[in-house]
């Protein structure tokens, strides 16, 4: 802009009559002085004698060049806005953006769906929990479990796509029994021992014992949520809480999804199947914890079946969940 202004003045100074040369000078000098003085809104007295003579053709020039100057700043202005208006038009709104038909944005990311299940979207890009569909071919025979209808089964993954079908009505299920098919252990069904009268009376003590230990050992490998770790700290300095507090985290860690304060049989996999090869009496126990028989045990009939007093049992799970 100013090598425009430059050229312009040159040719003024080629081409305007002689003496006009010596007022475009002058200009320049009043232009210099407007654009560098701050203290004063006077005139320099050189250039302001001259300027009020006849000074309009010399006004009419800056005024002609300082227009041409803010014009195309604010030309180049108001381009840049366009541009970036236009940008922001043509970003299409992130959770709309797809990549091969697939939202980035996944609504499955969050959505939980229990063993034997998978998420998929529907047509109106919802999340929703379905049956699985197959199971991977298992060949190694540690791979197979045993259900609590003594049959071997090729995976744990099959276990759970028949409690889905069943559950769901739809056509694999095998028949009503099967909708509350668990895995009773790892490994191919064999003959167990059955559990005498005196290792049952005996197993809620050893089942306490156990759970306590096992709060212990993780509290010691600091493996626990810090509320889980103050009633482990509570049970070591207060016998009284010993059993009841072990009971209460091991009870509401196993009521997984959803939490509806209760715990199924399928929920109890996690310490019934790794324990049947080595304690034969966890079936039949956890199995006579479920006093109505609704494949559900309530915080109240665990601590029954542990022989621990209805009184010093606290439901804390939502405090356990929230930690």
């Given at each position: 802009m100013k090598l425009q202004w430059l050229l312009l003045v040159f040719l003024v100074l080629i081409l305007v009559p002689d003496g006009f040369g010596d007022k475009v000078r002058k200009l320049k000098k009043y232009r210099r002085h407007r654009t560098t003085s701050t203290t004063t809104t006077e005139l320099d007295p050189e250039v302001g004698d001259d300027l009020p003579e006849d000074g309009d053709g010399e006004k009419d020039m800056y005024s002609m060049l300082e227009n041409d100057e803010e014009a195309e700043e604010e030309k180049?202005?108001?381009?840049?806005?366009?541009?970036?208006?236009?940008?922001?038009?043509?970003?299409?709104?992130?959770?709309?953006?797809?990549?091969?038909?697939?939202?980035?944005?996944?609504?499955?990311?969050?959505?939980?769906?229990?063993?034997?299940?998978?998420?998929?979207?529907?047509?109106?890009?919802?999340?929703?929990?379905?049956?699985?569909?197959?199971?991977?071919?298992?060949?190694?025979?540690?791979?197979?479990?045993?259900?609590?209808?003594?049959?071997?089964?090729?995976?744990?993954?099959?276990?759970?796509?028949?409690?889905?079908?069943?559950?769901?009505?739809?056509?694999?299920?095998?028949?009503?029994?099967?909708?509350?098919?668990?895995?009773?252990?790892?490994?191919?069904?064999?003959?167990?021992?059955?559990?005498?009268?005196?290792?049952?009376?005996?197993?809620?003590?050893?089942?306490?014992?156990?759970?306590?230990?096992?709060?212990?050992?993780?509290?010691?490998?600091?493996?626990?949520?810090?509320?889980?770790?103050?009633?482990?700290?509570?049970?070591?300095s207060n016998l009284t809480r010993r059993w009841s507090n072990a009971a209460v985290w091991k009870w509401c860690d196993l009521d997984g999804h959803p939490h509806d304060n209760s715990v199924s049989r399928h929920e109890l996999f996690p310490i019934r199947a790794p324990l049947m090869a080595l304690e034969h009496c966890i079936a039949p126990f956890l199995d006579s914890c479920d006093v109505d028989d609704n494949h559900r045990i309530t915080l109240k009939e665990w601590g029954k079946c542990l022989e621990i007093e209805e009184d010093d049992l606290e439901e804390k799970c939502e405090e356990l969940r929230d930690d």
């Amino acid at each position: 802009m100013k090598l425009q202004w430059l050229l312009l003045v040159f040719l003024v100074l080629i081409l305007v009559p002689d003496g006009f040369g010596d007022k475009v000078r002058k200009l320049k000098k009043y232009r210099r002085h407007r654009t560098t003085s701050t203290t004063t809104t006077e005139l320099d007295p050189e250039v302001g004698d001259d300027l009020p003579e006849d000074g309009d053709g010399e006004k009419d020039m800056y005024s002609m060049l300082e227009n041409d100057e803010e014009a195309e700043e604010e030309k180049k202005k108001k381009k840049l806005e366009e541009e970036e208006e236009q940008e922001a038009k043509d970003e299409p709104p992130k959770e709309t953006v797809k990549d091969n038909g697939i939202p980035l944005h996944d609504p499955c990311a969050k959505k939980h769906c229990g063993a034997g299940r998978v998420c998929e979207l529907t047509e109106e890009g919802e999340a929703e929990c379905v049956c699985i569909s197959t199971c991977p071919e298992e060949v190694e025979p540690r791979r197979k479990v045993c259900s609590n209808h003594n049959e071997t089964w090729g995976s744990d993954c099959e276990v759970y796509q028949m409690r889905c079908w069943c559950d769901r009505g739809e056509d694999g299920c095998r028949g009503e029994k099967y909708k509350h098919v668990h895995i009773e252990y790892y490994g191919v069904c064999r003959d167990m021992p059955e559990c005498t009268a005196d290792q049952m009376a005996d197993f809620p003590r050893r089942m306490r014992d156990w759970l306590f230990n096992i709060m212990r050992d993780l509290a010691d490998r600091q493996e626990l949520t810090p509320f889980y770790l103050k009633m482990e700290r509570e049970a070591e300095s207060n016998l009284t809480r010993r059993w009841s507090n072990a009971a209460v985290w091991k009870w509401c860690d196993l009521d997984g999804h959803p939490h509806d304060n209760s715990v199924s049989r399928h929920e109890l996999f996690p310490i019934r199947a790794p324990l049947m090869a080595l304690e034969h009496c966890i079936a039949p126990f956890l199995d006579s914890c479920d006093v109505d028989d609704n494949h559900r045990i309530t915080l109240k009939e665990w601590g029954k079946c542990l022989e621990i007093e209805e009184d010093d049992l606290e439901e804390k799970c939502e405090e356990l969940r929230d930690d």
